[in-house]
Structure formats: C-alpha cells, structure tokens
C-alpha cells in the first residue's frame, strides 16, 4: 500500500466507522457498532505509527488530495500536510482516541444511546485528524467547525437533561466567538497573501511582515499582528483561555469518557496545535507572542486557584486541564511551541488517564461524583488507584514522570524569554506549581485515602472496574510515566521538527536552553534543586496535612477567608458577567433590531415582495385553462411573437 | 439488383433493444397475469443488455453508418446511457405502484422501451428524417403511455391533449426542416451547417425555418411558451409514467437542440441565441412563479420542470463548448433529481390512494425519517442550495453565461432560482415541521429502498465529489463537437 493511500486511510477509516454506527447502528446492534469504530480507529492508529516511521526516516508529504472547486484566483481544496509536527498530532490523537474507546465499552454498556455514542466520538476523531492533517486554512476550518459541532452533540449527549442541553449551548457559544476571530484571521490572511495554502502563506509572510492596516481608526496596526491575534482569539475559544473558558467546566455534563477524549487529545488541543502550526506567522509579530503570553498565564494561575475548591471529582481535573493548556499557551507566548507541543502529549496521556480514573470511580460510585462523599477506595479499587497515582505525580511534575520534564521545560522557557510579560508569566506558572501539586493530591487523598464517606449500600457494591475499563488506564499509565524521559531530548532539544516549526533567532529561551542541555540526567538532577520541584512537593505535603491530618482545618480556613472562598466558587463572577452583560444586553440589541429593523423595515420589503410575487402567480395559474384550444393558440401566438421579432430586426 | 450490407456495429444496442422489446412483447402475450413479473424482469435484463453493448461498443471519436445518417459519438453513448439508467430506475420505481394500480402489464414496458429506442435514434441522427423518425416514435409511444390507465378520464385527457399539441408541434418543425432544405438543399446536418456557412443559403428563409425549428424543439424541452401540455401531462398521467415523461424524454429533448441548433444551425447561433434567450426567460420566470401557487405536488413540479429546463437552456445559448457542456451536466442533475422526486411520491402513494397533494407530504420526518431525509436531499439539490448536485449543475451553467457576457441573464436566473427556493423549502417545512396527518411509516419493497437511497446519495456525492461528471460532460461535448 502506498503511504498516500496510508494517509487517507487515517481519517477515512473513523468516519467509515462513524457512519456504519451511525446510520446503521441498529442493523449492527451494540457489539457490531463498537467493533466496527473500535476497528476504524485501530486502522487509524496503527496507519499513523507506519506514517510515523516513514516520516522520521525523511519522507515528508505536502500535496492536493482533492480539488473541491477553483474560483478565479484561489482553489479550494483537500489537502494533506505530513511533517513531524502533523504526526505526532496523529498519534497523540489517534492513540488516546482508541483508549477512550475501548474504555467506553464498559462505562456506556448501560447507555439506550450506545451506538450513537460511539458514532459521535469516531466522528469527533475523524474531524480532528481532518483539523490536524489539513495542508490549507479551508480545511482547518472545516475541522475546526466539525470539532466545535461533534463537541456540541457529544457534551449535549444526554439531551434530556436541562442542564446538559445548557453546557452544550453555552460551549457551542462561546466557540463561535472563538471562530468569528478565527475566520477574520482567515479572511484577512486570504485578502492579503492571496492564497489559503500553508506553505504559499508562510513563505510570503516576512514579506508582508511590514505591512499596516488601518482598522478603526487612520492609526495603522501590523498586519501580522492583527491576523495572529485573531487567529488566537480562535485558539482561545477552542482551547478555553481566559475570559473564553467558561465553557468548558460545563462540559463536563456529558459522559465521561467524552470528557477524556475533549480534554485530553482532541479539541482543547486544537488551538495549540494552530498556533504551533502557525509558528511561522506568530514569530513575527512580538505583541501577538505577549498577547498570547500574558492570556496563557493568566489561565494557568487563576484556573488553577478554582481547582482548590471543587468537591466534584470531574470538576477538578476541568480545571486542572484549563491551566495546564494556560501553560502550554506560555509556551507557545514564549516562542517554545516545540515544549507547548511536549507538554500537550505528556499531558494527553495522564489528563486522559485522570479522567477515565474518575470515571472509573464514578462507574464504581453508581454515577455519584462528589468527593465529600467518597474516601478509602484504594482498598477496593487497587488498579484505579494505582494508575490515578500516576496520572497525579504526572500532573503534579515530580520526577521521573512525563509531567515533570515538559512542565520544568515550560518554566526554563519562559524564564529564558526576554519577551515583555515574561516577569508575570514567570510569577504565574510558578506559583501555579505549587497549586497544582495541592488540588491534585487533594483530590487523590479524598477519593482514595480517609475513611469511607459513602452510604452503606453503595459501599457493599463497590468493587474493581471491568477490564475494558481497567485495561485502557493501565495503557495510559505507562505513557504518562515515561514519555517525558523518552522524549524531552529528542522533541525539545533535538531537530525533532525539522522545519515543520519556525523560531527565529534572538525569540525566546529555547535557544538559550538548547546551548545548556547537558543530556536528560542532568535535567533530572538539575530540576530536583530548583524551586518548582520544592513547590510541588510543598503542595502535596500541603494537601496531605490538610486532607489526611488535619481534616478539620480546611472547614476552618474556608470559614476565615469567606469572601475568597465565594470569589472562587463563583468562578471569578465569569459566567454572572456573561449573563448579565452579553445575553441579557445581546437579548435587548436584538429586540430593539427587531422591533425596529426588522418588522418595519425588512419585513415590510420581503413580505411585500412576497405578496406580489404571489398575486403574480395567482394570475399566471389562471393562463391555464385546460382548453386545448387556448394551447394551440398560446403556440401559435409564440411563433407568431418570434417570427415578428425576427422579421422587424431584419 | 445488390443490397450492401450496412455497418451495424454503431447500431448493436438499438438493434437489440428493438429485437429484444419485440420478444417480450411475444413473450408477454402467453404468459398469465400471474407471471407478469417475468416481463419486469425481461425487460430490466434488455435494458441491462443494451446498457452493455452501448459501453462495450464505447471508442473515444464518433462513428457514423447508413450512410452518414445515424452518428454514434462520445455525447451520444453518454446521453443514451443515461436514458437507459432512467429508463431502469422508472421501471423499478413503479413497479409496486403498477401492481396495485392494474398497470402491470406488459404494454407498460414495451411501451417504454419503444419510447426509449426513440430517444436513442434521436440522440444518434445526423439526418432530419432520422430524428423525425425518432421524434415521432417516442411522441406516438408516450401519448398511449399517458393514456395506459384507460378508464381515467383525467389520463384520456392528459393524453389527447398530448397528442393534437405534438402533432401541431411536429406540423410547425417540419414545416421549419423543409425550409431549411429548401434554402440549403440537403438533409443531412452536416452538409446543412456547410451550405449556411458558405453564405449561400437566403438568410431570410432561413430564419423563417429557424423559427419554426425553434417552436417545435421548444415543444418537446416543455419551455415557454410551448409548454401548456406540461402540467396537465404531468398531473393526468398516473405517476409512473409523469417520472417518464419528466425524465428520459427530456435528455431526447437536449439531444435534439446539441443536434438541430449547434450541430446543423451552428452558423446561425447568433440568431438562435436571442430567441433561447427569450424562451428561457419566460420559461424561468414563469415556471418559478406559477410553481409557488400550486398545491398539487405533480403540477408543482411540473412548473418546476419548467423553470430547469429555461435553466438548460441559458446553457445552450451561452453558444461554448463549456456552456453545452454545463448545459449537459444540468440535464444529467435534473434527470437524477426527477427521479428521485417522483420515486419519492411513487412511495408515498398506495392501494388505491394517489400521494398528490403537498398535503400528503406533512409530517413526512415523523413517519419515515429517512425518506423525509432523502425528499430533502431532493429539494435542496433542485433549489441548488450547496453541497448537492444542483448547486455545481446551476453554478456551472450561470459561468458559462457569464463567459458569454450576459451578466443581466445571470442576475435574473439567480433571482428566478430564489423565488423557487420558496416552493422546494416549503416542501422541506411540510416535511419537518408541520404535523402528519397520518402517523404509519412509508413501506416499499427493498429494490425501491434501495434505489432511492443510492438515488439520494448520488446527488449528495456529486455534489461533493462534482468534477468526475463535468469532466465527462467536457470530454463527451468536445469530442463530440470538435471533429
């Protein structure tokens, strides 16, 4: 077989899978519609490692599959780029994907909606391959769009609940403001590089890297600055920075398996991957890095505080997720979008096995999800606990685990950088340390260790997930335990890349930390004596004393501090404003539009027209008359017209 | 005296079809009414046969026998194959609705096959006797078609009407086609379009016969103002045949303008040109307008055949190969959404009850989603609403007359396909939002099922995937055309 049909065997074998259980779920029945999107995705994973291979012996691909339709000067086309960048996606993708498949054999084996479940994820992982493998901004559209409506089918998947068809609007929503930016940026770059081609784009951007617009007023922005803005403002709906993230706590209303497969490896990602992807644009504008700088860090630190206080067990890893993507915004702020792109996989694998964990103790809980009601399962749950330690070390950055090294090479990053908001930045990702070490360990001692806090009848009934269940964590573990060791030198320090990622010399701390690498043990060692390595362990000691030792305390601190604490568990009044300000104002705009635009003016005009337009039709049936006589003569008259017509011109 | 032997090969599928319709009439005859299937089956078997031999015979330039009179090219293979591909799928369409309507008979099909070797001769002649000969087979074959359900007033009429209407219109285009032989001294189109190209023919007789070419051609497309047989046609026959009369015929009818207009009155383009224009124009415009204040869902569609066929039309006068060729993908998208229309409605009908009204429609997404899914699919290819075929069939051919330079026609055509957006969406909102007057789900038997399905999806996939059909659109016009 031929890498080329390799390539559209990645995408095309999900949404194969997708569309067989989605149109003829019932003819397959459960079993033939998980096998059938299980087998899709096998197919896809195992393409990507051969791609993988070819790859990094050398083969790069960059071509058309598909002409959709050429206009004057811009086509419109499928097209697939290949280079380390699109790979590692693939896999990262393609992996966690087939994880949180296999994984919802046994959580959903209940659900009336199994089939349609699985269609929607193998769909959700066709769109983000579509996203990731795209050589065009059209595609990227496309798999931009595809993701944000799958995530809204799969968040609202249980659409009796109110309160899930509310997350799901609230995400489809907020996304839009997202890609409305988005698509200016596209607009933009296809108004002024006259092409939707990645490669035709990048190679004229230094050109037009001088170039001024004027938006509102005469005084002239940068060009690139303007377009990598809005191309951010894009990355933030998709991948939830500050203020466009309050969607996705709440998407937590939909199953949990769900949850993994949005937080882990496809849509948050999205937005990181574009930026990295768009490193060649983004290099050369230093106010759109500081942008992109100080949003990310401002997620990182203020997501993480919201953590400390949820006492659902999903809630805490949604905000462990929104600050962990506000690190690797820093990343990608500081010029690192080879350690932004690290970190998204390392994270991919332990945020996957956090969330399936969680779901593996709520599968066990009978769907009960407060932790204030759990405690000492690791006697009944060994291989959950097991792997949520892991999963937790990861996410806390404790050596040797994956966490460790792309966390410690975001903080090297950044301090490194010159940019301006590096200082703040600095500030927040270290203090973030601290606090993530706390909510994690937080959440694994209340769940795990204490006494048991839940009733008698569902403390008889607790047991070990099934293997379907268990078999994908332990999957995950491993990744999470060693990708970090593996990889760092290769991705981070090495030409890992190649040319798929461009940083300019003089932006950024990588090159500075390029020149200090000393291989991966002296990281280790290096990393042990520094500052954020004591952070997290002074967060897990913190968390232990307050939630193993003194259990009594944190009542006594939240008592204390009553006006953080409600600060906190408003969210920082996020949504409040947004009701307020955006629905409540945008119900009155409209209604003044309406009132005013709509029902006098437009309406006035289409209904007019509409009315005569039916008057007219009215007269014309009654030409009609059934006569034959009439025909003929209606005939005749024609030719008579024509003839006429014809003669007089002559 | 000898007889030479003429060269049959370009000739094999209408031979066959033509042996093999005269066995199934033989064969019908004997057989009790009981085994009437054998004849379906028959007749869809010689279809498939002649389908072969067309493909097989299939060489990349034209051929022509019986001494230039018959001309087999790459746009005639192309066009009879998708005659046939109709002429197949309105058999398997109506085929229940025949069992339950006492039209299962062997008349039904041979009938139709008569009318489809008609079609082919037409689509091959190079001579006017030749498509003469061709015309009137189908035109015979169709009125007893029309006429088939015999007790029906409504069908008696639809066909008497046909009947006298197209014989004035054969009376107005031979008159035409003797004209031009008078001014041009020859039957044969080739040597027609040599004699007006050399300046030698009188123009005035010319135009004269011209104008009344162009009524007659006009007549058989159904376009303004030739078109009064249309909606009664198509409402009095019995549903079976109006998915006919709305299909196959027409790909006869745009074989007969490639023919007739570009292939012998090449010359003259500019003056046919401007009376297409007029043609289409009124075809549009009144088509769009009059479908809107219909409520039977044939007669709406039968204005909507109108308002396509004043569309095909701004393809041909765009007077290019691509506009011919946009012209030719615009016929193949109209032929696959008719038969997808009307096999919809073919479903919706039972034992004694004819699916008519827009009415019968409503709620349809609460019966059959799948059906209503694929009406849908239907509707918004023929509003030419993107990511259906419509959509590239209207596009293509609206470049095409603004290639030629016609901006003022494409603004109206857009404007006229606007107004007809109202009538496919409103059948669109009957489906989805009103609520059904009955609640059982549609039954049909799994070739139909399957039929439809593959149907829809075409129209679905071109629509994605375009470029294969205009490219063979591009290759059968210009091979066809150049040589």
Redesign the interface.
């Known amino acids: 077989m031929s890498m080329f049909s390799l390539y559209l065997l990645v995408p095309l074998a999900p949404l194969a899978g997708a569309l067989l259980a989605g149109l003829f779920g019932k003819a397959l029945g459960r079993t033939g519609s998980h096998v059938v999107t299980i087998l899709g995705v096998a197919i896809s994973f195992v393409a990507s490692v051969v791609i993988a291979q070819d790859v990094f012996a050398g083969h790069l691909f960059n071509g058309t599959v ?3 339709m050429t206009t004057e000067d811009i086509s419109l086309v499928v097209g697939f780029l290949i280079d380390p960048l699109t790979v590692t996606m693939m896999l990262i993708v393609t992996f966690v994907s087939l994880m949180v498949h296999i994984y919802t054999v046994g959580y959903m084996h209940e659900d009336p909606g199994y089939q349609r479940f699985f269609s929607y994820i193998s769909l959700f992982t066709f769109s983000m391959l579509m996203l990731v493998m795209s050589n065009n901004f059209l595609q990227l559209f496309f798999g931009w769009e595809a993701v944000g409506l799958v995530s809204y089918l799969l968040i609202g998947f249980w659409y009796t609940r109110p309160t899930a068809i509310y997350a799901n609007l609230k995400a489809f929503l907020v996304n839009r403001v997202g890609d409305l930016g988005f698509l200016l940026g596209i607009g933009l770059i296809l108004a002024h590089f006259g092409s939707l081609d990645y490669a035709t784009v990048f190679a004229r951007a230094p050109l037009l890297a001088q170039d001024s617009i004027a938006l509102l007023s005469d005084s002239p922005v940068s060009l690139l600055t303007v377009v990598c803005i809005l191309l951010f403002i894009g990355a933030m709906g998709k991948s939830a920075q500050m203020p466009l993230h309050v969607w996705l706590p709440d998407s937590m209303e939909g199953p949990t398996p769900i949850s993994a497969l949005i937080h882990a490896a496809t849509m948050v990602t999205a937005g990181i991957f574009m930026v990295s992807r768009m490193s060649p644009l983004f290099e050369l504008s230093e106010t759109a890095r500081t942008v992109v700088l100080v949003v990310g860090a401002s997620t990182a630190l203020f997501m993480a505080f919201l953590g400390i206080i949820q006492n659902h067990i999903k809630r805490v890893v949604a905000y462990s997720t929104l600050s962990q993507l506000g690190y690797m915004t820093v990343a990608l702020g500081a010029s690192a979008y080879p350690v932004a792109i690290f970190h998204l996989g390392t994270h991919a694998f332990f945020k996957a096995l956090l969330f399936l964990g969680a779901g593996s103790v709520i599968h066990a809980m009978h769907h009960e999800q407060d932790m204030r009601n759990m405690g000492g399962l690791r006697k009944y749950m060994p291989i959950t606990y097991v792997t949520a330690v892991i999963g937790s070390l990861a996410l806390a950055g404790i050596p040797p685990f994956a966490g460790f090294f792309s966390k410690d090479a975001i903080i090297e990053a950044v301090q490194g950088s010159t940019i301006q908001g590096a200082g703040y930045a600095t500030f927040a990702v270290l203090v973030g340390v601290f606090v993530t070490a706390f909510y994690s360990f937080r959440m694994l001692f209340m769940t795990f260790h204490g006494k048991p806090r839940m009733d008698h009848h569902t403390r008889e009934h607790l047991h070990e997930s099934p293997w379907v269940i268990t078999v994908p964590l332990i999957l995950l573990a491993i990744p999470s335990a060693v990708t970090g060791y593996l990889y760092i030198e290769p991705m981070v320090m090495g030409q890992y890349f190649g040319n798929a990622i461009t940083v300019l010399p003089g932006n950024g701390g990588l090159h500075a930390m390029r020149e200090e690498w000393h291989g991966v043990g002296e990281f280790i060692m290096h990393g042990m004596m520094a500052l954020p390595f004591w952070l997290a362990l002074a967060g897990i000691a913190t968390a232990a004393a307050l939630y193993l030792k003194w259990t009594h305390v944190p009542a006594a601190i939240q008592a204390r501090f009553g006006g953080l604490y409600t600060l906190l568990d408003h969210k920082y009044y996020f949504d409040r404003f947004n009701e307020v300000f955006f629905a409540h104002g945008a119900l009155k705009v409209g209604s003044a539009f309406w009132h005013k635009g709509d029902v006098s003016v437009i309406d006035g005009a289409v209904n007019g027209s ?1 009315h005569l ?2 008057r ?3 007269r ?2 009654r030409i ?1 008359t ?1 006569y ?1 006589y ?3 003569f ?2 005749i ?3 008579f ?3 006429s ?3 007089v011109k ?1 | 005296m000898t007889f030479a032997t003429p060269y049959l090969a370009p000739v094999y599928p209408e031979i066959f079809l033509l042996t093999a319709l005269s066995a199934i009439l033989m064969l019908d005859l004997f057989i009790s009414d009981s085994k009437r299937f054998l004849t379906y089956a028959y007749s869809q078997l010689a279809l498939l046969v002649t389908a072969a031999l067309l493909v097989m015979g299939a060489s990349g330039h034209a051929l022509s026998t019986f001494g230039g009179m018959f001309i087999d090219d790459p746009m005639a293979r192309t066009l009879k194959l998708v005659a046939i591909v109709a002429v197949s799928f309105v058999m398997a369409y109506s085929r229940t609705y025949n069992q339950s309507r006492g039209l299962f008979r062997g008349e039904f099909y041979v009938l139709l096959m008569f009318a489809l070797l008609g079609i082919m001769v037409m689509i091959s002649a190079n001579h006017f006797l030749v498509l003469y000969l061709g015309l009137e087979l189908l035109s015979l074959s169709m009125c007893a078609l029309i006429a088939l359900q015999r007790d029906s007033a409504r069908a008696s009429e639809a066909a ?2 046909y009947f ?2 197209a014989a ?2 054969s009376g ?1 285009l031979l008159y035409g086609l003797s004209m031009l032989y008078g001014a041009t001294g020859s039957l044969f189109m080739p040597m027609v379009a040599n004699a007006i190209a050399s300046g030698a023919a009188d ?2 007789i010319l ?2 016969g011209l ?2 070419v ?2 007659g051609l ?2 058989k497309l159904g376009v ?3 078109h ?2 249309v ?2 046609v198509y409402e009095g026959s019995p549903t079976a045949v109006t998915l006919f009369v709305s299909t196959a015929p027409k790909v006869a009818a745009f074989a007969f303008f490639m023919r007739l207009l570009v292939g012998a009155l090449g010359p003259m383009v500019s ?1 046919w040109q401007s ?1 297409l224009v ?1 043609v289409a124009v009124l075809s549009m415009l ?1 088509g769009n ?6 409520t039977n869902l044939k007669r709406m569609l039968a204005y909507s055949t109108i308002s396509h066929m004043g569309f095909l039309l701004l393809g041909i006068l765009s007077g290019s190969l691509a506009g011919y060729a946009s012209a030719m993908f615009y016929m193949v998208a109209y032929v696959m959404m008719s038969l997808g229309a009307f096999g919809l409605i073919l479903m919706l009908s039972r034992d004694g009850f004819e699916a008519d009204q827009l009415e019968d429609l409503k709620g349809l997404n609460k019966r059959s989603p799948w059906y209503a899914f694929m009406m849908l699919l239907v509707m918004i290819s023929m509003a030419g609403i993107p990511v259906s075929v419509g959509f590239f069939a209207k596009l293509s051919v609206l470049s095409a007359v603004l290639d030629a330079g016609m901006t003022w026609l494409v603004v109206f055509a857009v404007m006229m396909s606007l ?1 007809g957006a ?1 009538y496919y969406l409103r059948v669109i909102k009957l489906m989805y939002m009103d609520e059904p007057v009955e609640e059982s789900p549609l039954v049909a038997e799994t070739d139909h099922r399957v039929l439809i399905g593959l149907n829809a999806l075409a129209i679905l996939v071109l629509g ?2 375009p ?1 294969p059909l205009i490219d063979l659109c591009m290759a059968s016009i210009g091979q066809s055309l150049r040589g």
Request: no cysteine; aromatic share 20%.
């Open positions: 598909y002409t959709w509409a337009v039916e007219f039709s009215g014309l049936r009609q059934g034959i009439h025909y003929a209606i005939m008259f024609g030719v017209i024509l003839m017509l014809w003669f002559a | 008497m009407k006298v209407l004035l219109a107005l123009p005035a135009v004269f104008v009344f162009v009524a006009s007549f303004v103002p030739f009064m047989w909606p009664d003056d009376m007029i009144l307008v009059t479908a809107i204040a219909q107004i109202f994605i995937v470029q």
